[in-house]
């Protein structure tokens, strides 16, 4: 109500000109702050973390489960594959398997890449030389190989951890497991597999985000939250 009686005032002919110019400086100015998202890198930050936690608890059980069930050889085996005999098989306990080690590999990747992508993305849209679609598509890109690279060493040492050879795993914990790498097969070793990680989720946070970007302006929605 108090903007309105000033935008009231300011359209008055009985308001000098001097006031009237800092009336209409004073709404533009809030006009401007009203829609500027107030977005900060600790948000990012946060968010990022809060969702790599929240994907681990999600992750790590499906990719015990993915993990048996590919190294499984059915006919080896008089039971059928199944993901609930699977289930069954490990327990509540063997579905947290490599859990830390997700942990490690998770929060990491999406404190980093949030914040990275936000930064990113508005530093290539100065630029002016690409569209939006091409825009989201090499900022994830630019982003995401290197975080993804990054954190690869993390996801071996998890994939070491839920492996079982005969039900029985040979690592028990992060530090173990990335001594006996070291030890046994070199720092090389942490990064077996980088180029396969990066080409599966590269290209899907590339259109996960192309499509987030897209719905948030055909929806008119604001992502600044912190």
Request: hydrophobic share 40%; proline share 3%; charged share 25%.
């Amino acid at each position: 109500q108090a903007e309105d009686g000033i935008r009231d005032v300011e359209r008055s002919r009985g308001l000098g000109d001097v006031y009237k110019r800092q009336v209409k400086k004073y709404l533009r100015d809030k006009d401007r702050c009203h829609c500027m998202p107030v977005n900060t890198w600790y948000g990012d930050v946060f968010a990022g973390a809060v969702a790599g936690v929240s994907q681990t608890f999600m992750a790590s059980p499906t990719e015990v489960v993915a993990i048996r069930m590919q190294l499984m050889r059915e006919k080896e085996s008089t039971v059928k594959v199944t993901m609930m005999h699977e289930v069954r098989q490990v327990g509540t306990e063997g579905l947290f398997r490599g859990f830390r080690a997700c942990l490690l590999r998770d929060v990491p990747f999406f404190t980093i890449y949030m914040p990275c992508y936000h930064n990113t993305k508005s530093m290539i849209e100065k630029c002016g030389y690409f569209n939006d679609f091409i825009n989201s598509v090499v900022t994830g890109a630019v982003v995401g190989i290197p975080v993804t690279v990054l954190v690869t060493p993390a996801d071996v040492i998890k994939t070491r951890i839920q492996v079982e050879e005969e039900g029985i795993s040979r690592y028990t914990g992060i530090k173990h497991t990335a001594s006996i790498i070291y030890k046994e097969e070199g720092g090389r070793a942490f990064f077996k597999g980088a180029a396969a990680r990066v080409g599966r989720i590269v290209p899907s946070y590339m259109v996960v985000f192309m499509v987030y970007e897209k719905l948030k302006k055909i929806f008119n929605i604001d992502s600044g939250i912190f």
